[in-house]
């Protein structure tokens, strides 16, 4: 069993910057694949970002250019850095481990985006 924790949400105005942590209780380097995702209230839960073990990262489309997501093995830790931040944003952020046989998931950090 893994669990993951999730911090550095807050509230933060529009253009503003917050960077995620995803701490994780065992070795990340057995995963594959990690992910962010978000879900903003009444909509579903849609993924943000991936990076793979070697590092190869993907994006939605919508966070393209201002998300970064980085990922750290001996820290067991993965990040989501978020530039130019816009209230379509606010959301609560989930971390995400897909194991073989359990899909891992965090308790989620709420990030806003309000002026």
């Known amino acids: 069993q893994v669990q993951l924790v999730e911090s550095g949400g807050g509230l933060v105005q529009p253009g503003g910057s917050l960077r995620l942590s995803c701490a994780a209780s065992g070795p990340i380097g057995t995963f594959y694949v990690m992910g962010w995702y978000r879900q903003a209230p009444g909509k579903q839960r849609e993924l943000v970002a991936t990076?793979?073990?070697?590092?190869?990262?993907d994006y939605a489309n919508s966070v393209k250019g201002r998300f970064t997501v980085s990922r750290d093995n001996i820290k067991n830790t993965v990040y989501l850095q978020m530039n130019s931040l816009k209230p379509e944003d606010t959301a609560v952020y989930y971390c995400?481990?897909?194991?073989?046989?359990?899909?891992?998931w965090g308790q989620g950090t709420q990030v806003t985006v309000s002026s």
């Open positions: 995400n481990a897909p194991g073989l046989s359990v899909n891992y």
């Open positions: 990076i793979t073990s070697g590092g190869r990262t």
